[in-house]
């Protein structure tokens, strides 16, 4: 349906962006907002969440299902859910992806945690490392590229999932989306699109940037997301 | 003075890694604790700086029990290097040997400072290695970084745990010579963990050999364990030539070396063929006027020649395998007789000048001179053992 409409009437209105910028403006930031705050509030719950399953090994496989769980659970669902108790202002989608953004994080943080190999653990110990300060100045800090890989991923998905917000009457990109369908008018979904990309694009190249100057020792040097997954090939 | 006072480390399991260790670690010398996988070498060493804990028995440094220390500040005091160098790959080499400066309170400029001196003495270039990551290193250089950096604090105490089994020979025979360098300036307690025999005679002033089961099997020089290996197990551990092997601990000077067979190249052959028969000697050394090896002659075919030709224009063999007697072991003398086409090597001195050359008769009696005179030192009462 939407796509045959679209078709009949597909062209690009250029002129509507300059026209619109005082509403185009405060929605992209307003998402910006929503793709950030959830994964950066997720990554302070994650990593002393991640710390505890790597000290207390039976801790994470029942802090794995759970997060697996809440990530199967639809988000519209879970906004409606949360309408009850939180109205329908930011927190009510803040909280769901934020609650997505740990699913994703505290796997990595973990992961990470875990890729500081046996022999540099050894070696911090026995030259005199108390545990918090081998976890700040040796453990965390090599952690440090297989956490920022999954806020890419935390970040991006929060920043397109933050549009469903709309729905619910929180400002975002989304209202684009939903106000071009309405008036039959795709301009509108384009510029929606096209800024939702964007501002995911952007920011993972910010991540990404922050990962090379953050740890420039690993530059031309292998880091796999995981253990698990860091040699699928065998015999290296 | 580490001292191991009744030490049996046994695990939940069951398992038994020490059992009831009795074993003194005097101070500036180089221990060295060898044995098959499992015999509870490594487990012995991390119980020094308490990464592991004894379950009976205690382990003393300089007379205080290791369990009474804060562990964190003991082992500040304790240089460690592993086999797997255990670097931070998020250091440079000098902040990776910096760091038990910094964790004592040192000053970052300071330590650093500190690093850059380790560098050298390890033999590592500052200006071009001080600001590389780990990973852009060599094994033998990690392996430095390794050494250089559990010496940082200047501990009067070192573990290595394998330090050198992941780099290849020529690399490993390399860092054991600048250990042993090292320690002659150093003189720190050094104990060293291995499962490699050689290693074990090569580096260590003392070697203690474990048996499986985490027990004491022998603790001698590394000269008396090939030469007196305490039983069976120990003799088999050591291997079948330690006859051979240990005749590189003592030096080729107690060689009684022949000078009357040397003659300079201006002899006449008559002459010469009369000193070889003289000396019972069928091969005459050649030297020059600068008392350098020129080859060998054969008295036998000497004879053929004109009596008055000198030996300078004679058909010689080559020169063969030198030797220093000042510097090098029986082992090396005897290796360069047995390689050389005339049974016979040449002693040389610093200056590659002719000492006298060796025969099997000569060395045979060198090796059983000083075979005896190690006996009687390790045994000075005379009983037997």
């Known amino acids: 349906m939407l796509r045959i409409r679209l078709a009949g009437d597909a062209d690009m209105q250029w002129s509507w962006i300059p026209q619109n910028w005082s509403i185009i403006w ?44 809440i990530y199967a659970l639809p988000s519209l669902a879970l906004f409606v859910v949360l309408i009850a108790y939180t109205g329908l202002g930011n927190l009510t989608v803040i909280i769901p992806l934020t609650l997505f953004s740990l699913c994703v994080l505290i796997p990595n943080v973990v992961d990470g945690l875990r890729s500081v190999s046996e022999p540099v653990r050894q070696a911090a110990t026995a030259m005199g490392f108390t545990q918090v300060r081998r976890l700040v100045q040796v453990e965390l800090p090599l952690a440090v590229p297989v956490v920022i890989a999954g806020l890419r991923v935390a970040v991006v998905s929060s920043i397109s999932l933050a549009s469903l917000g709309q729905l619910i009457g929180v400002s975002s990109l989304g209202y684009f989306f939903i106000d071009g369908l309405q008036r039959d008018f795709p301009t509108e979904i384009y510029v929606g699109l096209a800024l939702t990309i964007l501002l995911a694009v952007l920011c993972d190249v910010i991540l990404v940037v922050s990962r090379a100057l953050l740890t420039p020792w690993a530059r031309g040097r292998r880091i796999g997301p995981s253990p698990r997954l860091a040699w699928p090939v065998a015999g290296r | 003075m580490i001292t191991f006072d009744g030490v049996t480390k046994r695990y939940p399991d069951g398992t038994v890694a020490v059992d009831s260790l009795n074993l003194d670690i005097p101070d500036g010398k180089i221990m060295v604790l060898v044995g098959p996988s499992g015999c509870g070498k490594t487990t012995t060493l991390r119980m020094i700086n308490r990464l592991v804990e004894p379950s009976a028995g205690r382990v003393l440094l300089d007379g205080r029990d290791v369990a009474d220390a804060n562990p964190s500040r003991l082992r500040r005091g304790i240089g460690y290097v592993i086999q797997q160098t255990g670097l931070f790959p998020h250091r440079t080499v000098e902040d990776n040997i910096a760091t038990v400066p910094m964790l004592t309170g040192r000053k970052k400029a300071d330590a650093r400072a500190r690093a850059r001196e380790l560098m050298e003495l390890v033999g590592l270039d500052p200006p071009t290695m001080a600001r590389r990551y780990p990973h852009q290193l060599s094994g033998g250089q990690q392996q430095r970084v390794g050494v250089a950096r559990a010496l940082a604090a200047d501990p009067p105490v070192l573990l290595m745990d394998e330090p050198f089994s992941a780099v290849d020979p020529i690399v490993r025979a390399a860092l054991q010579d600048e250990l042993i360098g090292l320690q002659a300036r150093l003189h720190k307690t050094v104990v060293l963990v291995t499962h490699d025999v050689e290693e074990a005679i090569k580096v260590g002033d003392l070697v203690a050999v474990f048996r499986p089961g985490g027990r004491l099997a022998q603790v001698d020089s590394p000269e008396r364990l090939l030469g007196a290996p305490a039983d069976d197990y120990v003799r088999d551990f050591v291997g079948f030539d330690r006859g051979i092997r240990r005749l590189s601990f003592f030096r080729a000077v107690s060689l009684d070396l022949a000078t009357d067979s040397v003659l300079p190249a201006a002899t006449t052959l008559a002459d010469a063929i009369t000193v070889g028969k003289r000396a ?95 006996d009687r030192a390790a045994d000075p009462v005379g009983g037997g053992r």
């Open chain 1, 26 to 69: 405060p929605y992209t930031l307003d998402n910006l907002l929503l793709g950030l705050v959830p994964p950066l509030i997720g990554l302070v719950i994650a990593l002393p969440v991640g710390i505890a399953c790597v000290a207390r090994r039976w801790l994470y496989p029942p802090v794995l299902s759970l997060s697996s769980a």
């Open chain 2, 280 to 374: 019972g000697e069928p091969w005459l050394l050649v030297v020059g006027g600068d008392r350098k090896p020129l080859g060998w002659a054969a008295v036998a075919d000497l004879e053929s020649g004109p009596p008055d030709a000198t030996l300078a224009g004679a058909d010689l063999a080559p020169v063969g395998h030198t030797f220093r007697p000042e510097a090098d072991s029986l082992r090396a003398a005897l290796d360069a007789t047995l390689l050389s086409r005339t049974e016979r090597a040449v002693g040389v001195d610093d200056g590659g000048q002719v000492l006298g050359t060796t025969s099997y008769e000569r060395l045979r009696d060198a090796i059983r001179a000083a075979e005896e005179a190690a």
